[in-house]
C-alpha cells in the first residue's frame, strides 16, 4: 500500500480534507503523503543496511517525531497493515504522544484494507 495508490487512495481520500496523512515506511519512519507523492521513487534508492539497521533507524525516526510533532495532534490514528508494527511499538512506546494514538485494526479477511470496519473506525477516530 504506496500513497497514490489504488488501496491508499480508497482509504485516505475521504479524510483528505480534515486529517493530516502520513506514511510509515523502512527505513525513513513518519513521511508526510506529499513527499511520497513529489518524489514517487525514493523508496527505490538503493541502502545498504541490514533490515535490523532499517527497522532501528525507523525507530528512531518514529519516536523523533513523536517527541517533536506528536504532541500537536489531538488524535493519531494508525492502520495496522503490513509489517510496521514492531517499527511503531518501539519508537512510539513510552512517548507522551502515545496516548493520543488509536489503532485501526485491519481484518484478515480477503478485503482487508478495504473492508467497510476499517472506513467506520477510521470515521469514528476522526470524529466524521
Same mark, same amino acid.
Given at each position: ?13 475521504? #479524510?483528505?480534507?480534515? /486529517?493530516?496523512? #502520513?506514511? =510509515? ?11 511520497? =507523492?513529489?518524489?514517487?521513487? #525514493? ?12 527497522? @532501528?533507524?525507523?525507530?528512531? @525516526?518514529? @519516536? ?31 512517548? /507522551? /504522544?502515545?496516548?493520543?494514538?488509536? =489503532? ?15 472506513? @467506520?473506525? *477510521?470515521?469514528? /477516530? *476522526?470524529?466524521?
Amino acid at each position: 500500500m504506496d500513497p497514490g495508490g489504488v488501496l491508499w487512495e480508497g482509504l485516505v481520500k475521504p #479524510f483528505r480534507m480534515r /486529517a493530516d496523512i #502520513f506514511a =510509515l515506511s523502512v527505513p525513513w519512519g513518519i513521511l508526510p503523503e506529499s513527499t511520497w =507523492l513529489s518524489c514517487p521513487g #525514493f523508496l527505490d534508492v538503493e541502502l545498504d543496511l541490514t533490515s535490523r539497521q532499517s527497522s @532501528r533507524d525507523a525507530s528512531d @525516526r518514529v @519516536r523523533a517525531w513523536m517527541n517533536s510533532k506528536g504532541s500537536t495532534y489531538q488524535k493519531i490514528c494508525l492502520i495496522n497493515y503490513g509489517n510496521i508494527m514492531d517499527v511503531w511499538t518501539r519508537g512510539a512506546g513510552g512517548s /507522551a /504522544a502515545a496516548e493520543r494514538v488509536r =489503532l485501526i485494526k485491519v481484518p484478515r479477511d480477503r478485503a482487508g484494507i478495504s473492508h467497510p470496519s476499517v472506513h @467506520r473506525a *477510521l470515521s469514528s /477516530a *476522526l470524529g466524521a
